[in-house]
């Protein structure tokens, strides 16, 4: 467990913008496939819900609280790490030199009023429960969960910013692929059934008039380990891995390269459709009823995200001392995959526009993958 007063990382897990920059009953998350084998528990030390750290009076943008915010060991969380490290959340290595930033608010984050808890998991399937329990205040999940947790709590969750575009590529051995269609009669493996790789490679596939269910053959695996497995067993497969996985694939894999960059992709897809509408993979949102009672807590939240994102992609050397200390993904790798992670916080009308355009894609192409309809304006914070 990593602590520091008054801001520590769940001991369950290893590790715990305001401009666009480069419930529900828990036995119908089950039904939705939302709840992982177990829980991991509440953030150690979590404030309980709705309480304060402050005296209580003065109004509600004033008033001072406990953020718990849970995020993913991938692009979400590299984007955290410039406030994780300012409250504390990131341990310094006993091994890191002189030359270590860990624990020095490399990103300049100015002083917060109140207190922010960060727990990071694999997958959303692990913290999602603790989001509809109240045990998690603010969850970074794939933006089409984000859509289906809105209609299956009737409103009880809201989205505060896209925090991630496309990280999707296809990577291959060898040289065989330069078109979707090129991917009619392959084995392909990837992880996130059920979720934005899946709706998105579908959409895609079809795009490019490749039956998913007929003309290729999808493996789901759970993890991304098992996709490079896949690809080192087998030289024919081919794997959908997001950033920094892909990067991580080609540093270990030799003759590994990324053959499509699904971002891309989509783009040349939509193009002729004259809906603004962008691969968006993730999400920030929070409980409703934290929304409306700590306005202020959002408010900073928000700007000291952008502040996070910003230094992560202006800094991706520092930034991957940060990544490395929280558990995320080794320092080399990070510093390699950022530029090609597409990390944003993404506010306001920009994020309304560009978040709605893309579920509406996905809804066309299939309802049920964003809850079977798409979510009115009140799903989206302005502010």
């Keep these: 467990m990593f602590h520091a007063t008054a801001h520590h990382l769940a001991a369950s897990q290893p590790l715990s913008r305001r401009a666009f920059t480069t419930s529900c009953a828990l036995g119908m998350l089950a039904g939705m496939g939302l709840v992982g084998c177990g829980n991991t528990g509440?953030?150690?030390?979590?404030?309980?819900?709705?309480?304060?750290?402050?005296?209580?009076?003065?109004?509600?943008?004033?008033?001072?609280?406990?953020?718990?915010?849970?995020a993913l060991k991938g692009p979400t969380g590299m984007g955290l790490v410039g406030l994780m490290d300012h409250v504390g959340a990131v341990e310094k290595p006993e091994d890191a030199g002189d030359d270590s930033v860990v624990g020095t608010n490399p990103a300049g984050i100015g002083s917060l009023k109140n207190t922010y808890e960060f727990t990071l998991a694999g997958s959303a399937d692990e913290l999602t429960p603790q989001l509809i329990?109240?045990?998690?205040?603010?969850?970074?999940?794939?933006?089409?969960?984000?859509?289906?947790?809105?209609?299956?709590?009737?409103?009880?969750?809201?989205?505060?910013?896209?925090?991630?575009?496309?990280?999707?590529?296809?990577?291959?051995?060898?040289?065989?692929?330069?078109?979707?269609?090129?991917?009619?009669?392959?084995?392909?493996?990837?992880?996130?059934?059920?979720?934005?790789?899946?709706?998105?490679?579908?959409f895609l596939l079809r795009t490019?008039?490749?039956?998913?269910?007929?003309?290729?053959?999808?493996?789901?695996?759970?993890?991304?380990?098992?996709?490079?497995?896949?690809?080192?067993?087998?030289?024919?497969?081919?794997?959908?891995?997001?950033?920094?996985?892909?990067?991580?694939?080609?540093?270990?894999?030799?003759?590994?390269?990324?053959?499509?960059?699904?971002?891309?992709?989509?783009?040349?897809?939509?193009?002729?459709?004259?809906?603004?509408?962008?691969?968006i993979t993730g999400v920030a949102v929070a409980r409703t009823e934290f929304v409306e009672n700590f306005p202020g807590t959002i408010e900073e939240f928000l700007d000291a995200y952008a502040t996070s994102?910003?230094?992560?992609?202006?800094?991706?050397?520092?930034?991957?001392?940060?990544?490395?200390?929280?558990?995320?993904?080794?320092?080399?790798?990070?510093?390699?995959?950022?530029?090609?992670?597409?990390?944003?916080?993404?506010?306001g009308e920009a994020m309304q526009a560009d978040l709605a355009g893309y579920l509406q894609t996905l809804f066309e192409a299939d309802p049920a993958s964003v809850g079977g309809a798409l979510p009115g304006d009140a799903f989206y914070y302005l502010g």
Excluded at 42 to 58: E, H, L, M
Excluded at 212 to 227: G, K, L, M, R, Y
């Design 133 to 202: 329990q109240g045990d998690l205040d603010v969850l970074c999940v794939p933006a089409n969960l984000a859509a289906t947790l809105y209609q299956k709590t009737d409103g009880a969750v809201q989205v505060l910013c896209v925090n991630t575009l496309g990280v999707l590529d296809i990577v291959e051995m060898g040289e065989t692929i330069t078109t979707m269609a090129d991917l009619r009669g392959r084995t392909l493996y990837s992880a996130g059934k059920g979720s934005t790789p899946q709706y998105a490679l579908e």
């Design 208 to 279: 490019a008039g490749v039956d998913p269910a007929t003309d290729v053959t999808i493996q789901w695996c759970s993890e991304h380990a098992e996709c490079l497995a896949a690809l080192q067993n087998d030289p024919t497969a081919v794997a959908m891995l997001p950033q920094p996985f892909a990067t991580s694939a080609l540093a270990k894999l030799e003759g590994a390269r990324i053959a499509l960059d699904l971002t891309d992709v989509w783009n040349e897809a939509v193009a002729d459709t004259g809906q603004p509408s962008q691969l």
């Design 309 to 347: 994102v910003d230094f992560v992609n202006s800094e991706p050397a520092k930034a991957a001392q940060l990544i490395e200390a929280a558990g995320i993904i080794a320092a080399t790798v990070a510093e390699q995959a950022i530029p090609y992670c597409n990390i944003v916080c993404e506010t």
């Design 42 to 70: 509440t953030t150690s030390g979590s404030t309980p819900a709705g309480s304060t750290s402050g005296s209580g009076t003065g109004s509600a943008a004033t008033i001072v609280t406990t953020m718990r915010v849970g």
